[in-house]
């Protein structure tokens, strides 16, 4: 955990300026195993200072590759002469922001640092297990992966606080090939929010989820190919919320709406079916903690909720204090920065499709000739909503029952008018933590979503 010595520098904030100084670390570690084999063992740190300045309607940054308190004076110094020179060359006709109170936020959670060897161990075991008991693999790879953030936050106006956001992560890779030779992969994630000790101290579930992968897998060895079309499809929870993340989230976050988002004209307009709710979570959300829990953003504005659609309609954005003052709201404390010379830029939490109030079975059911898609891969998606991602796994369904797996295919649509054919949800919701966003900066983020039945274009061979 990083010592405080960035407080005896926040006398020397500028009375004339809005300031933020943050200290930061970053640390990293990978370790995989492929069939067996050690291949991959690595540990990186990085830390650092950066101070950022507004004044006059623009900012001044400065960081340093040192974090120490002379260093924070430094970047102090810099980021103050940085706004000055813009002001005065480049000024913009922006006011100063509200003051939110210089009030302190608490993180419940600290990083707690395992021995690598016990890392490597729990790799070699789940490896060990999967060639014992599991038939019919090509190749398998479990790979572990944690990254933490570590943050002492000073604002001049608004709230301090040090923060820490540590995540592992347990992935499992099984290759096999169709009955015809086509190499087939699938992939499990395990794991979460905080350390080695909090997530894998049993590893029962890691073997039931295992289990559950390979049968999966064994299905898509018989798997068909997707009938190209429009097609009725019942989405799972893993697909619902990357489409909330990519094809929606998106379009939502302030500065890209003010770049020119489709969500821009559709503000208080319908965008979707008046089953379909949205929301990008703070810390707590609908069914408990959040996944990746925001309490301090970057800026110094503690996080809340921000609700994105409800009941169809286009209801916010995302914001930070720039944004917020451009279009006169609040700041949702979306302002989040990946590496210590990173400025903060309006970023996603846990952003989710609220639940409903159907069975999964009861959706299922209802398609009379469609597909269950369970698993997405990559994908990509644009400011105007339209997207495309990859299916990894999925089900036929025929007369109300699943039927043979199907092969790897895409789907692809506009986010709010796919959203309007959504006609049953589920009232289960879904959680993918591990993955991160790559805006200009990488982030960590988590999406969610229930099973939901709607119209999507899906491919065919």
């Known amino acids: 955990m990083l010592e405080d010595v960035l407080r005896g520098s926040t006398s020397l904030f500028a009375d004339d300026a809005q300031t933020v100084l943050r200290g930061q670390e970053n640390r990293s570690r990978r370790v995989t195993i492929l069939k067996g084999n050690l291949v991959a063992n690595a540990r990186s740190e990085s830390r650092g200072v950066n101070a950022r300045v507004y004044q006059n309607g623009v900012y001044g940054f400065a960081s340093q590759a040192e974090y120490s308190a002379d260093a924070a004076k430094a970047v102090l110094k810099a980021a103050t002469e940085n706004a000055h020179f813009l002001g005065k060359h480049a000024p913009r006709d922006l006011k100063a922001f509200p003051s939110y109170g210089r009030g302190e936020v608490v993180c419940p959670r600290g990083i707690v640092d395992f021995e690598q060897k016990q890392i490597i161990d729990l790799c ?122 990519e094809a929606v989230g998106h379009t939502v976050e302030a500065d890209l709406v003010l770049g020119g988002s489709v969500a821009g004209p559709c503000f208080k307009k319908q965008v979707a079916s008046d089953l379909v709710s949205m929301v990008d979570y703070a810390s707590v959300a609908i069914d408990g903690p959040a996944k990746l829990p925001i309490y301090l953003d970057d800026e110094g504005i503690p996080a809340k909720d921000a609700e994105l659609i409800r009941d169809g309609m286009l209801t916010g954005y995302m914001h930070s204090r720039e944004s917020a003052l451009r279009f006169g709201v609040e700041p949702t404390g979306n302002a989040r920065a990946w590496w210590f010379n990173d400025e903060p830029l309006i970023r996603m939490r846990n952003t989710a499709v609220l639940p409903g109030k159907d069975k999964l079975s009861d959706i299922i059911a209802s398609v009379d000739d469609g597909y269950y898609l369970i698993r997405t891969g990559n994908g990509q998606a644009d400011l105007t909503g339209e997207f495309m991602f990859g299916v990894t796994m999925g089900y036929e369904i025929k007369n109300g029952k699943l039927g043979k797996a199907i092969l790897d295919t895409t789907v692809s649509g506009v986010a709010f008018e796919m959203l309007k054919t959504v006609d049953m949800i589920s009232d289960e919701l879904v959680w993918s933590s591990s993955g991160f966003c790559g805006k200009k900066q990488m982030i960590p983020v988590s999406m969610g979503g229930p099973q939901m039945r709607c119209k999507m274009a899906i491919g065919g061979r």
């Open 124 to 245: 070699k075991e789940v490896d060990s297990y999967i060639e014992k008991n599991l038939e019919h693999l090509v190749s398998r790879t479990v790979v572990y992966t944690e990254d933490s953030q570590d943050k002492i936050i000073y604002s001049s106006d608004a709230s301090s606080g040090h923060m820490t956001n540590p995540r592992c992560y347990l992935y499992v890779f099984l290759s096999a090939e169709t009955l015809d030779g086509q190499p087939i992969e699938l992939f499990e994630c395990f794991g979460g929010l905080g350390s080695f000790g909090d997530n894998f101290s049993d590893t029962a579930p890691i073997y039931e989820g295992i289990r559950k992968l390979h049968k999966e897998l064994m299905d898509k060895r018989e798997g068909v190919y997707a009938q190209a079309g429009v097609k009725t499809v019942v989405l799972g929870g893993m697909v619902s919320g990357m489409i909330a993340h």
